[in-house]
C-alpha cells in the first residue's frame, strides 16, 4: 500500500457503503412472496459492528429496499440506513448526510461497485470498490478491495482503515 494511501486511511471517521455487489455478491433471490432476500457475508458483519463499537459512523447508501436488508443492518448497530434511494439518486442523500453530521468529505470511505455509485465516487472521497466491480467503478477507486463483493470487501475496508490508524487489534490488546 501505498504512503499516501495509508495517509488517507488515517483520516477516514466514516464508512458509507452501497449494499447490493458490495456488502452482498449482488445475486438476488425471488420469491413468490415478491420478497427478495440477500446473502451476507459475516466476517464483514463483524467489520461493520466492530467499526460501530470503535465510535465511526456508518452508513448505508443504497436503491434496494428490503426489511431483511434493514433489520440486518439495525441488528450491527448501523444507524444511518438510506436504502430505497433512486438509482441516481445517491449524491443529493450523501451531501445531505454530510452536512447534517458535520463531516468532510475527506473524512469519507465510500465503497461502492456499479455506476449508481459513480457521482458519489467522483467527490473528494476515498472511493473504495470490491474486486469485481463495474470497469468505471474501478478506473476511478483509489482503493481496489482483493476481496469480491459479498465475499469480504467491507471487511477488508473496514481492517485497512483501522490498521492505519492503529485501532484493529486495540480491544484484544488493551485487555
Known amino acids: ?16 457503503f452501497d449494499v447490493d455487489g458490495v456488502m452482498t455478491d ?5 420469491l413468490e412472496s415478491g420478497e427478495q432476500p440477500r446473502i451476507f457475508n459475516v466476517r464483514d ?5 466492530r467499526a460501530v463499537r ?3 459512523n456508518v452508513a448505508i447508501l443504497s436503491a434496494q429496499n428490503q426489511v431483511g436488508v434493514r ?24 451531501k445531505k448526510y454530510l452536512q447534517e453530521r458535520g463531516l468532510t468529505e475527506n473524512e469519507i470511505i465510500f465503497m461502492g461497485d456499479d455506476l449508481p455509485d459513480y457521482e458519489v465516487m467522483k467527490t473528494a472521497v476515498l472511493g473504495a470498490c470490491p474486486a469485481d466491480s463495474d470497469q468505471e467503478i474501478l478506473a476511478i477507486a483509489d482503493y481496489v478491495s482483493p476481496a469480491k463483493g459479498g465475499y469480504g470487501a467491507v471487511r477488508d475496508v473496514i481492517e485497512q482503515v483501522m490498521r492505519a490508524q492503529g485501532k484493529w487489534m ?3 490488546e488493551s485487555k
Open 1 to 16: 500500500m501505498s504512503s499516501a494511501l495509508e495517509e488517507r486511511f488515517k483520516q477516514i471517521t466514516t464508512f458509507i
Open 26 to 30: 449482488g445475486s438476488v433471490i425471488a
Open 45 to 49: 458483519g463483524y467489520g461493520i459492528n
Open 54 to 56: 470503535l465510535g465511526y
Open 71 to 94: 433489520k440486518r443492518l439495525e441488528y450491527l448497530g448501523v444507524k444511518d440506513i438510506f436504502i430505497g434511494t433512486t438509482p441516481d439518486g445517491k449524491l443529493p442523500i450523501f
Open 170 to 172: 486495540s480491544w484484544f
